[in-house]
């Protein structure tokens, strides 16, 4: 009887330690249930409003981008942020894109934003950052066509201008 409780005592310990162990690897923090559940509803809430916004027809739009954009001003907070950049900007109208890319920064650095809205704020961050150097390349190769086209045009007035002298050169040599 005295071995059965020394090897219940060493179990209890050993066992003991092993769960100590474990704590060790286990996170420190684990959400409660009701932040989880005001993140979910912040994500539902901003996709819902945004669109509302989005759905909206151009003047409204336009109104409400007036709107958004004074009280951002007045009050600068992240979701006016966010149903700016995402939900009345599909074209860039509301705003321009260097605008938009401020908007996305100063949403990432809010501590308060959920996971998954601050994932997918970083991925359109770097998805317009994109764009933005497309657009700029763009424009290069726009003003590279242009400078071509000039020269092109040059060209063919001075190869016009030889015709002509070749032209006449070859009548007065012929009525001679």
């Known amino acids: 009887m005295h071995r059965l409780y020394k090897f219940f005592f060493i179990f209890l310990l050993t066992g003991n330690q092993a769960c ?41 739009q336009k109104g409400k981008c007036d709107q958004l954009k004074q009280d951002y001003k007045l009050h ?27 908007l996305l920064e100063t949403i990432q650095d809010t501590p308060e934003i959920s996971p998954e809205l601050d994932w997918l704020n970083r991925h359109e961050y770097q998805l317009l950052k994109l764009l933005q150097q497309f657009k700029r390349k763009n424009n290069s190769l726009k003003n590279q066509l242009k400078d071509t086209k000039k020269e092109l045009q040059e060209m063919q007035s001075k190869i016009q201008a030889l015709k002509m002298i070749e032209t006449n050169i070859n009548k007065k040599l012929s009525h001679e």
Request: hydrophobic residues 35%.
């Open 76 to 102: 600068s907070q992240w979701q006016r942020a966010w149903l700016l950049a995402y939900s009345l900007n599909p074209d860039f109208h509301c705003i321009k894109l260097d605008k938009t890319l401020n």
């Open 20 to 60: 100590q162990s474990i704590n060790h690897y286990m996170p420190a923090y684990i959400p409660p249930v009701h932040e989880e559940a005001i993140e979910k509803k912040q994500i539902y809430n901003m996709l819902t409003q945004g669109m509302y916004y989005h759905g909206l027809e151009k003047q409204e």
